[in-house]
């Protein structure tokens, strides 16, 4: 299916990423977004944005009904590891039940669906992980969205996007969003430096998805910025780009923190495999995008 004049659903679009996906896409799609929430002041014209909670198969199904989309962009999830280890019922019934109605009325609709999941699918021992490395979740979070994959990839049409760390500007704080704050305010914070990812703007990977899409892309995909860094060197770069004061950040090991979920020590993700669609972003260039956009 060639990618042209589409209508696109994106699912958790008042987020982070949707949010990114619903303005790349509304350039050139009918778009429509799905949100357990409403931003009222949202006044946007080119796309609707829906009331919608995915738990409930019912009114998803009603709604795709009537947008008949071809593409379904599902980015929805619990996100906090520690709050999905905490809540388990809570965690699984949204990241896997909420993936497992999207999917089945995808497969009813005849509808591609793009489905975001993360780097912490691995267990963070080597890094650099390529898509066709073994996958190994070690808390909860990333045993509920290896689920949700595994769903996903019943499907015959279906894009797998896996992403790490991602920052941008918007209102629900991030890494960087609480950062540059922080910063601002000339507070102390702390910071790990033995924790490694790949960061990821959120706009970049919003562009990197559209391009998957429109050259019919399906499968898995690591779709992440294109360095590997660990959190303190990355929270460098930010109080670089933001011209501000780098002395405010106390360097400490993972072990100091009280996590109630375990991390992946190194959970970066080898981007070759996206790079001959789309070159992703490099970590300066992602910080001074989200800079200049504010």
């Not at 790949?198 to 899409?213: E, G, N, Q």
């Not at 399906?218 to 011209?243: C, M, P, Q, V, W």
Request: a neutral charge; proline letters at 3%; glycine letters at 4%.
């Amino acid at each position: 299916m060639k990618y042209s004049n589409k209508y696109v659903l994106v699912i958790g679009g008042n987020g982070l990423l949707g949010t990114q996906i619903v303005e790349q896409f509304s350039k050139c799609s009918q778009v429509y977004a799905l949100s357990n929430e409403i931003n009222e002041s949202k006044k946007d014209i080119k796309f609707k944005t829906i009331k919608l909670d995915i738990k409930d198969k019912k009114e998803l199904h009603k709604t795709v009904k009537e947008i008949c989309p071809e593409i379904i962009i599902h980015t929805a999830a619990l996100t906090n590891l520690d709050f999905c280890e905490k809540n388990q019922k809570e965690a699984w019934a949204v990241n896997v039940e909420g993936t497992r109605n999207i999917a089945q009325i995808c497969k009813e609709a005849g509808a591609k669906l793009v489905y975001v999941s993360t780097d912490y699918v691995f267990d963070g021992t080597k890094g650099m992980y390529k898509e066709d490395d073994p996958v190994n979740p070690i808390n909860y979070y990333a045993l509920t969205k290896y689920e949700g994959e595994k769903i996903v990839k019943e499907l015959s049409n279906h894009l797998i996007c896996r992403t790490s760390v991602l920052y941008g500007n918007h209102p629900r704080p991030n890494f960087v969003v609480w950062a540059v704050r922080e910063l601002q305010q000339n507070h102390k914070i702390n910071i790990v430096n033995d924790q490694y990812n790949s960061p990821t703007l959120a706009d970049d990977l919003a562009d990197t998805i559209l391009k998957l899409i429109q050259s019919d892309q399906t499968g898995t995909f690591h779709t992440a910025g294109s360095e590997r860094i660990n959190r303190l060197d990355f929270t460098k770069k930010i109080a670089e780009i933001f011209d501000l004061d780098y002395s405010l950040v106390n360097p400490i090991k993972s072990d100091e923190l009280s996590w109630v979920a375990k991390r992946p020590m190194d959970s970066s993700l080898d981007v070759s495999k996206v790079s001959k669609i789309k070159r992703p972003l490099n970590i300066e260039e992602g910080l001074i995008r989200m800079r200049d956009s504010q």
